[in-house]
C-alpha cells in the first residue's frame, strides 16, 4: 500500500443525522472491514480492490470541531442527509422545520474553507430505509425538488445519488450496468483513481507489452525478443539500479544524439529511483518526473523504429539503443512500484464478485 491512505470524509455527523451512521455502517460491511465501531473518533479503514489497482480509504467524520492531525490525503467526500424528511419540509406538511438539504450549503462551503472537501470523489446522498419512501417520485413536486438538488450539486462538483440503506437496497442493483442508489455509492469509490492507489501486476503487464512490442516492431521477424532476453543479451548495460552510468561515445548523426539523449534518461531515472536519496522531494513531484521518464522513453522507442524503417541507423546501434531502452524501461516500472511481487496482494474483484 502507499505510505498514508486516502481520506473519505462523511458528514455532517452531528446528533440529528444519523444518515451519515447509516452510510457509514453500510460501507464498512459492504467492503468487509473486520473492525467497526460507532465512534466517529476511531478511524474505520476499507480497502478497495479492482484489477487495475488497490486503495486503502480511511473515513473520518465531516465534522470541524475535531483535530486536524490525521494521517493521509484529502481525496473525496460524501455529504449525506434525510431525503424523506427533507422533502416533507418542501412540501409544506411540516411548516417551519429543519430542511437537512438546505443545510448542506453551510456545511459544504465549511468543508472547503477547512481544505477538508477532496475532489477526487464528490457525491451527495440522499438517504431512505424503504422502497416505500420514494412513492413520492412519482409527484411533479418531487420533480421540481430532485432538479433543485442535481443543480445545487452541479455548482459544487458532487453526483447526486438517492440511496435505500434497508438491507434489501443495498443487496440489490450491483449486477446492472447503469448502477444507482447504493449500489452506484460502492461502484464509485472502488472506480475512483485514489492518490493512495497501488497499480496491480496485470496493469503493469500490460504497460511493460506496450513498450516491447513498440520496440520488436522496429526489429526483423528473426531478431524479435523479449525485454527481459534484450536485457540478457546486453551484458555490458548499466543495471537499472545501479549507481554507476558508463559513459557512450558521442556520434554527430542522429542515431549518436539519440544514444545521448537516452543516456541524459537513464542518469535522470537512477536518480528518482534512489528513493532513500528524494525523501525530501514531494511524492507527487517525484511521479510526474518518473511519468514524464515513461513519457520519453516511449518517445525514443518510437524514434529508434522511424530510423530503422529509414535507414538512417545502422543494425548494431538499433539494437544497442533497442536494449538500452528495454532495460531503462524495467528499472524505470521498478521505481513506480510495478513489481512482479504484487501478483499475491492485488486481487482481481471481478473475480470476488463472481464467487
Known amino acids: 500500500m502507499a505510505s498514508c491512505p486516502s481520506i473519505l470524509r462523511i458528514g455532517p455527523t452531528d446528533s440529528t443525522n444519523l444518515s451519515a451512521v447509516l452510510l457509514r455502517d ?6 468487509k472491514v473486520p473492525s467497526r465501531s460507532d465512534s466517529w473518533e476511531d478511524t474505520q479503514s476499507l480497502t478497495v480492490v479492482n484489477k487495475y489497482f488497490s486503495a486503502e480509504i480511511s473515513l473520518h467524520s465531516l465534522s470541524l470541531d475535531r483535530g486536524n492531525d490525521v494521517e ?3 481525496d473525496g467526500v460524501l455529504l449525506v442527509f434525510d431525503s424523506v424528511s427533507a422533502f416533507s419540509s418542501v412540501q409544506g406538511s411540516m411548516i417551519g422545520s429543519f430542511n437537512p438539504f438546505d443545510a448542506l450549503t453551510t456545511v459544504h462551503d465549511e468543508a472547503e474553507t477547512a481544505g477538508r472537501c477532496g475532489d477526487l470523489l464528490r457525491l451527495c446522498v440522499g438517504v431512505t430505509l424503504s422502497a416505500s419512501d420514494s412513492e413520492h417520485v412519482r ?5 421540481e425538488e430532485y432538479s433543485r438538488r442535481v443543480l445545487w450539486c452541479l455548482d459544487r462538483g458532487y453526483e447526486y445519488v438517492e440511496a435505500d440503506l434497508s438491507e434489501e437496497g443495498r443487496s440489490t442493483g450491483h449486477d446492472e450496468r447503469d448502477k444507482d442508489g447504493f449500489a452506484r455509492i460502492a461502484e464509485a469509490l472502488v472506480g475512483t483513481m485514489w492518490s493512495s492507489a497501488v497499480m496491480g501486476s496485470d496493469a503493469s503487464k500490460k504497460l511493460k507489452n506496450k513498450f516491447v512490442q513498440s520496440i520488436e516492431t522496429q526489429m526483423p521477424a528473426e531478431e524479435h525478443v523479449t525485454s527481459e532476453a534484450t536485457i540478457q543479451a546486453n551484458p555490458a ?6 549507481p554507476i552510468v558508463q559513459p557512450q561515445e558521442k556520434s554527430s548523426t542522429d542515431a549518436g544524439s539519440g ?12 536518480i528518482l529511483g534512489d528513493k532513500e536519496e528524494n525523501q525530501p522531494l514531494k511524492e507527487d513531484h ?5 511519468f514524464d521518464n515513461l513519457d520519453n522513453l516511449l518517445g525514443e522507442a518510437a524514434k529508434i523504429r522511424d530510423q530503422a524503417r529509414t535507414g538512417t541507423i545502422s543494425d548494431e546501434d538499433r539494437r ?8 531503462m524501461l524495467m528499472g524505470l516500472l521498478d521505481t513506480m512500484g510495478f513489481d512482479e511481487s ?5 486481487v482481481d474483484s471481478s473475480d470476488d464478485e463472481e464467487k
Open 320 to 327: 544497442k539503443r533497442a536494449g538500452d531502452a528495454a532495460s
Open 72 to 74: 493521509g490525503k484529502e
Open 237 to 242: 548495460n548499466p543495471k537499472p539500479d545501479s
Open 139 to 143: 409527484t411533479k413536486e418531487y420533480e
Open 342 to 346: 504484487d501478483d499475491e496482494d492485488i
Open 26 to 31: 453500510a460501507l464498512t460491511s459492504h467492503f
Open 286 to 290: 517525484l511521479q510526474e518526473k518518473q
Open 259 to 270: 544514444e545521448s539523449k537516452l543516456n541524459d534518461l537513464k542518469v535522470e531515472s537512477l
